[in-house]
C-alpha cells in the first residue's frame, strides 16, 4: 500500500492460559489451553489468508500466486482437517496486496460468497472490487460483478463481507471515487467530501440483485482494514476515522432503522499520523455484547488495545492494553460465551516478530500471553487471522521460510458459561 510517509514501517505445545479471577490489568492463575498444528490445505507461494465462520464452522480462503497469475481459493474445516481446496476464481489482472485481502464467506442460506480486487485502470490503484457467488458449495461460481457503480478508475478494496440479519449479503468497503488526485495517503487533501477516502456500504438479497450503495462515512483512513460484527439490535462497523486536522482513531457507526448512525469513536486515542497505518480494527459480537480490538502508535508509541462494549456498541468499555512492550498491531478478536474476549495481536519481542493472543474479561483482567508462532516483521506476513467455531480457536498465519506458506493451528477452549 501507499505509505510515503507512514509511521511505522512453527512449534507447538501445551500452553498457559489465564484464568479470569485477577485483580484489573493483572494475569491471573492459569489453566492449560492445548494448541496443535493442523495440516494447511494451501499450496506453495500462498498468502493473504482470511478466516470466517458459518453454522458449518470455519472457513479458510487464501491466494496462490503463479507469475501474474492469482488464485482465490478456500477450505473448511472438518473434524478430520480442512477440505481439499477448491478454487474461486483466477487471473492476471487482480490487484495483490498484503493487507487488501479476498475473502470467502458462507451464508445462512448456504450460499458461497466471494470477493477479489481486480485492476480497472493503469493507475497502480485503480482497482475494483469483484463479487461472485456460488448455490452448489463452490463447483461453480456465477460472473462476477461490482457493488459500486461509480465508474471511477480509483481505489476500492478493504472490503468486509457479512450475514445481513434478516437474509442477503452485507458490503462494506472503502471507496476513492472522491481521490481526485494529489500524493495518496498523506495530508492536505482538503475538507471532507473534497478529495478523499469514504466508506461504503451495499446489500444484496438472496437473489444477488443489489437492494443498497449508500455512504456511512465520507472522510476515512485511505487503507485501513474494516470490520463488521452483526449484533441482536443488528450490524455494528468499526473502521479508522480522518478528522481534518489528521487524527486517525477507531470509530464505530451502527445500522438502525435502516440507517447508518454518525460514526463514533470508540476511544479518544487523539493519533494524529499524516499518512494511513494500513492498522485496522477487529470485531466480535454475541448478543447485545461486543469486543474490539485496535491499534495505535501515538507518540510513537506503537500499542494494541481491546475493549468490552455493551449495549450493541453505544457504551464503551476501558480499553486494555494487549501488548508488553512493542506492537505491529494487526489485530483481531473474538468474543467469548462467558463475555469475556480473546485477543490476537502481533508483537515485536526477542528482536522478531510474534503471532500472540491473550484473555481479557470485563474487569479488565488479562491472561499471560501466548506465542502462536514467529513471523515475519514487515509487510510480507501479512495479517495473521483468528476465528473461533463452536470451543474450537482456528489461527491462520503466513509462514515466509523455506517459501511463502499459509499456517493453520487449532486450540480448544474449556467449557464455558454465559
Same mark, same amino acid.
Given at each position: 500500500?501507499?505509505? /510515503?510517509?507512514?509511521?511505522? +514501517?512453527?512449534?507447538?505445545?501445551?500452553?498457559? /492460559?489465564?484464568?479470569? +479471577?485477577?485483580?484489573?490489568?493483572?494475569?491471573?492463575?492459569?489453566?492449560?489451553?492445548?494448541?496443535?498444528?493442523?495440516?494447511?490445505? +494451501?499450496?506453495?507461494?500462498?498468502?493473504?489468508?482470511?478466516?470466517?465462520?458459518?453454522?458449518?464452522?470455519?472457513?479458510?480462503?487464501?491466494?496462490?500466486?503463479?507469475?501474474?497469475?492469482?488464485?482465490?481459493?478456500?477450505?473448511?474445516?472438518?473434524?478430520?482437517?480442512?477440505?481439499?481446496?477448491?478454487?474461486?476464481?483466477?487471473?492476471?489482472?487482480?490487484? *495483490?496486496?498484503?493487507?487488501?485481502?479476498?475473502?470467502?464467506?458462507?451464508?445462512?442460506?448456504?450460499?458461497?460468497?466471494?470477493? =477479489?480486487?481486480?485492476?480497472? !485502470?493503469?493507475? &497502480?490503484?485503480?482497482?475494483?472490487?469483484?463479487?461472485?457467488? +456460488?448455490?452448489?458449495?463452490?463447483?461453480?461460481?456465477?460472473?462476477?460483478?461490482?457493488?459500486?457503480?461509480?465508474?471511477?478508475?480509483?481505489?476500492? @478494496?478493504?472490503?468486509? %463481507?457479512?450475514?445481513?440479519?434478516?437474509?442477503? %449479503? @452485507? #458490503?462494506? =468497503? %472503502?471507496?476513492?471515487?472522491?481521490?481526485?488526485?494529489?500524493?495518496?495517503? &498523506?495530508?492536505?487533501?482538503?475538507?471532507?467530501?473534497?478529495?478523499? /477516502?469514504?466508506?461504503?456500504?451495499?446489500?444484496?438479497?438472496?437473489?444477488?440483485?443489489? &437492494?443498497?450503495?449508500?455512504?456511512?462515512?465520507?472522510? #476515512?483512513?485511505?487503507?485501513?482494514?474494516?470490520? *463488521?460484527?452483526v449484533t441482536s439490535d443488528g450490524p455494528i462497523v468499526a473502521y479508522r476515522d480522518r478528522s481534518p486536522n489528521e487524527v486517525?482513531?477507531?470509530?464505530?457507526?451502527?445500522?438502525?432503522?435502516?440507517?447508518?448512525?454518525?460514526?463514533?469513536?470508540?476511544?479518544?486515542?487523539? =493519533?494524529?499520523?499524516?499518512?494511513?497505518?494500513?492498522?485496522?480494527?477487529?470485531?466480535?459480537?454475541?448478543?447485545?455484547? *461486543?469486543?474490539?480490538?485496535?491499534?495505535?502508535?501515538?507518540?510513537?508509541?506503537?500499542?494494541?488495545?481491546?475493549?468490552?462494549?455493551?449495549?450493541?456498541?453505544?457504551?464503551?468499555?476501558?480499553? *486494555?492494553?494487549?501488548?508488553?512492550?512493542?506492537?505491529?498491531?494487526? #489485530?483481531?478478536?473474538?468474543?467469548?460465551?462467558?463475555?469475556?474476549?480473546?485477543?490476537?495481536?502481533?508483537?515485536?519481542?526477542?528482536?522478531?516478530?510474534?503471532?500472540?493472543v491473550r484473555r481479557i474479561d470485563r474487569a479488565g483482567a488479562k491472561s499471560t500471553p501466548v506465542t502462536i508462532g514467529g /513471523?515475519?516483521?514487515?509487510?510480507?506476513?501479512?495479517?495473521?487471522?483468528?476465528?473461533?467455531? !463452536?470451543?474450537? #480457536?482456528?489461527?491462520?498465519?503466513?509462514?515466509?521460510?523455506? !517459501?511463502? %506458506?499459509?499456517?493453520?493451528?487449532v486450540a480448544e477452549l474449556p467449557t464455558m458459561k454465559k
Open positions: 500500500m501507499r505509505l /510515503m510517509r507512514c509511521t511505522l +514501517s512453527a512449534a507447538f505445545a501445551v500452553i498457559a /492460559m489465564a484464568g479470569l +479471577s485477577a485483580s484489573p490489568g493483572q494475569p491471573a492463575s492459569t489453566s492449560p489451553l492445548a494448541v496443535t498444528a493442523l495440516p494447511s490445505p +494451501s499450496g506453495a507461494n500462498a498468502a493473504q489468508p482470511q478466516l470466517s465462520v458459518s453454522s458449518r464452522g470455519a472457513l479458510l480462503s487464501w491466494i496462490e500466486r503463479a507469475g501474474e497469475q492469482a488464485t482465490l481459493k478456500f477450505s473448511e474445516r472438518t473434524a478430520s482437517g480442512w477440505t481439499p481446496a477448491k478454487t474461486v476464481a483466477s487471473g492476471d489482472n487482480w490487484f *495483490v496486496n498484503w493487507a487488501d485481502v479476498p475473502s470467502v464467506v458462507r451464508l445462512a442460506d448456504g450460499s458461497l460468497v466471494a470477493h =477479489w480486487l481486480q485492476k480497472s !485502470g493503469a493507475d &497502480t490503484y485503480a482497482y475494483d472490487v469483484r463479487l461472485t457467488y +456460488s448455490k452448489d458449495d463452490g463447483k461453480t461460481w456465477a460472473p462476477s460483478f461490482t457493488p459500486h457503480h461509480d465508474g471511477t478508475k480509483t481505489e476500492h @478494496g478493504f472490503v468486509t %463481507l457479512f450475514q445481513m440479519p434478516a437474509a442477503g %449479503l @452485507g #458490503v462494506v =468497503w %472503502l471507496d476513492g471515487r472522491n481521490m481526485k488526485g494529489g500524493e495518496h495517503g &498523506t495530508a492536505g487533501h482538503g475538507a471532507a467530501g473534497g478529495d478523499d /477516502m469514504s466508506l461504503r456500504f451495499g446489500s444484496f438479497g438472496t437473489d444477488f440483485k443489489q &437492494t443498497a450503495d449508500t455512504p456511512m462515512d465520507l472522510r #476515512v483512513c485511505e487503507c485501513c482494514p474494516t470490520a *463488521v460484527a486517525r482513531d477507531i470509530y464505530i457507526t451502527r445500522l438502525e432503522n435502516g440507517k447508518w448512525t454518525e460514526g463514533k469513536p470508540v476511544h479518544a486515542d487523539d =493519533w494524529r499520523v499524516p499518512a494511513c497505518p494500513v492498522n485496522g480494527p477487529a470485531l466480535s459480537a454475541r448478543g447485545r455484547d *461486543v469486543a474490539i480490538a485496535w491499534f495505535n502508535a501515538r507518540d510513537d508509541q506503537p500499542k494494541s488495545f481491546a475493549a468490552l462494549l455493551s449495549d450493541a456498541g453505544r457504551t464503551f468499555g476501558a480499553p *486494555v492494553r494487549l501488548d508488553d512492550g512493542a506492537s505491529l498491531g494487526r #489485530v483481531d478478536v473474538e468474543l467469548l460465551l462467558d463475555g469475556s474476549a480473546l485477543a490476537a495481536y502481533m508483537e515485536f519481542a526477542d528482536q522478531k516478530a510474534q503471532f500472540r /513471523m515475519a516483521g514487515n509487510r510480507s506476513s501479512g495479517y495473521p487471522r483468528m476465528a473461533l467455531a !463452536g470451543q474450537e #480457536v482456528v489461527f491462520a498465519w503466513v509462514d515466509r521460510e523455506g !517459501g511463502s %506458506l499459509v499456517r493453520t493451528a
